[in-house]
């Protein structure tokens, strides 16, 4: 796994298999391409306490069905209670 990040920017982690359920506070983990290690398929950003935040996909459709359509690159926006369990979750288009 590669690693980056300075003084004042979030620790960035990538690797090849899918983002951990937990991760260090404020830091972002970026799933890259099997063959291809500069190509970056998503990027999963974990909240204060570790939780997943947000997910961006940039290698798959997300059916939307409120709009009855396709997104390309899209978000998972996730919600958590005050106990950390997750309780919903949104996805949006990538602008």
């Known amino acids: ?3 980056r990040g300075g003084d004042n920017a979030p ?6 298999g899918q983002a951990p359920k937990k991760g ?3 830091s972002v983990y970026e799933k890259v391409h099997n063959e291809d290690p500069n190509k970056i398929v998503s990027r999963t950003t ?3 306490n570790g939780n997943i935040s947000t997910r961006e996909d940039y290698d798959h ?3 939307d069905k409120a709009t009855k359509t396709e997104l390309q690159n899209h978000k998972h926006i ?3 209670n005050d106990k950390g ?3 919903g979750e949104k996805t949006v288009p990538i602008k």
């Open 11 to 16: 620790k960035v982690v990538q690797g090849k």
């Open 1 to 3: 796994m590669a690693m």
């Open 61 to 63: 459709t997300h059916f």
């Open 78 to 80: 996730y919600e958590y």
């Open 85 to 87: 369990q997750r309780i």
């Open 24 to 26: 260090d506070a404020n």
């Open 46 to 48: 974990y909240d204060k």
